[in-house]
């Protein structure tokens, strides 16, 4: 186990805690209650247990024989002066009450046999203790009471112990808390290193967390080292697909550049070929190559804008725009290439504006690549219709076919550049889309919330 551990710390706390809590009794002893016995002087006293007690008041007794009231009196008032705490009496040879120390102690002032006999089966062993004693050696002169609490006749340690007790209680308590508070700190800490950990960890936007200061070597601190250097391959992942990412952009761009110039050159020797005197076959092979060649040419302009629009360099200017003018400038556009394949056309505008903040050239280009694609993938079905509905919560562009429909995913079939701009512009533009497919044909809806 590494000394620094973290069980090893707490351990320790453990084990000091079965320690010194039970021993607490003995370390106040010797840090607090023998000091202060010390400083009262009460380590050099004797003790007066039962037996002292006993032999001081048997001596008084015997001396206090044959001696005329007054020094008796003198004699008892001075024994009251040696032990304050004591409850002193003497009662003579006729019974009656001669001395009481204090004055006002309840005790009869004629003592009768009864009140004698009563008196010596209450103070048999009880509290106070009880010591009588015959004044003189013989049993004629009456005899002597001396009252003493049991709890001072303990030892003196044990006195300042019931001295104290309150304050010993305190301190116990407070050692005892010291310990309870010392474990929740401990605790407590390691919540707030994981509290902290748990928060740099929470990745937001994608973005790769922070490095978290690492300055102990115990398992949160491996943890944390563990998490920097996640974050470091991480970092270092990140920039090499940015640098992939470039290389890729900067090869379609190249690429783009690169194929537009030969494609330029054949169209315009395919061009050259329409006023040659061409076979049917031939000339049936020239409208092929030409639709090739445009079909290229598309998928290259998709790949260049599809590339800008990753980069953030296709130029977006958006503002408040008629979108049922703009549909219509675009479907007159399109509409004698969707009549010469023979398609059967319908659409349907309200009469009223549907303004959207959207820029006009990028929906204008969304709309080509639409309808681009239901020329090219939906010619079977021989149906395109475009309509737009609006309610007070949105409005939406609904593009239909009656083609095949999307039997793999749009994003990767040949189709997919030309989509994939559709789906960057509109997401950039704030809109959503979404394509329901089927074999029956494919709508298409463009659609923006009212806010």
């Known amino acids: 186990m590494k000394s620094y551990s973290l069980l090893t710390k707490y351990a320790v706390i453990i084990i000091l805690s079965l320690i010194v809590v039970p021993g607490t009794y003995f370390i106040l ?29 048997h001596k008084e007794a015997r001396q206090l024989g044959n001696q005329p009231n007054k020094v008796i009196h003198e004699r008892l008032s001075a024994l009251h002066k040696r032990y304050p705490e004591a409850r002193i009496f003497w009662v003579d040879e006729t019974g009656q009450t001669q001395t009481s120390i204090p004055k006002d102690m309840d005790i009869p002032k004629i ?12 103070s048999y062993d009880s509290d106070p203790f009880t010591v009588v004693a015959f004044i003189g050696t013989g049993q004629r002169e009456g005899f002597l009471v001396f009252q003493i609490d049991q709890e001072l006749l303990e030892y003196p340690m044990l006195q300042i112990d019931d001295k104290y007790r309150n304050l010993y209680e305190v301190l116990v308590l407070a050692i005892i808390g010291l310990f309870f508070f010392l474990s929740l700190w401990f605790f407590l800490k390691i919540r707030k290193r994981l509290k902290a950990l748990s928060k740099v960890m929470q990745i937001k936007e994608g973005k790769i967390p922070n490095y978290v200061d690492s300055p102990a070597n115990d398992e949160i601190g491996e943890l944390e080292k563990a998490f920097n250097e996640m974050v470091n391959e991480l970092e270092k992942a990140q920039e090499r697909e940015a640098e992939e990412e470039r290389i890729r952009r900067e090869l379609m761009t190249n690429l783009s550049h690169d194929i537009r110039t030969p494609l330029t050159t054949i169209r315009a020797h395919g061009y050259n070929l329409k006023d040659e005197n061409l076979t049917k076959d031939g000339q049936q092979s020239l409208n092929i190559m030409n639709d090739k060649i445009s079909f290229v040419s598309s998928l290259i302009e998709n790949l260049f804008s599809y590339n800008l629009l990753q980069s953030g360099k296709y130029r977006y200017q958006p503002k408040d725009v008629d979108i049922i003018k703009l549909l219509r400038t675009v479907i007159i556009q399109w509409y004698p290439v969707f009549e010469n394949e023979g398609f059967d056309i319908r659409v349907h505008f309200p009469e009223q504006s549907v303004i959207w903040y959207i820029d006009s050239n990028w929906l204008e280009r969304i709309m080509d690549n639409l309808f681009q694609n239901v020329k090219r ?6 149906f395109f219709s475009i309509s737009v509905e609006s309610t007070q919560a949105e409005s939406m562009i609904i593009i239909s076919d009656k083609g095949p ?30 394509i329901d497919t089927s074999d029956q044909g494919t709508t298409i809806k463009i659609i923006q919330s009212s806010h």
């Open 29 to 57: 002893n010797f840090v607090y209650l023998f000091p202060v016995a010390l400083s009262e002087g009460l380590l050099d006293e004797p003790y007066k247990g039962k037996s002292f007690y006993e032999e001081v008041v």
């Open 111 to 122: 003592w009768t046999p009864a009140d004698t006999v009563e008196f010596m089966k209450e």
């Open 377 to 382: 993938h939906a010619h079977s079905g021989k």
């Open 405 to 434: 429909g999307f039997r793999e995913n749009c994003m990767t079939t040949e189709y997919g550049i030309g989509l994939g701009v559709v789906d960057a512009m509109v997401k950039e533009m704030e809109l959503a889309w979404e």
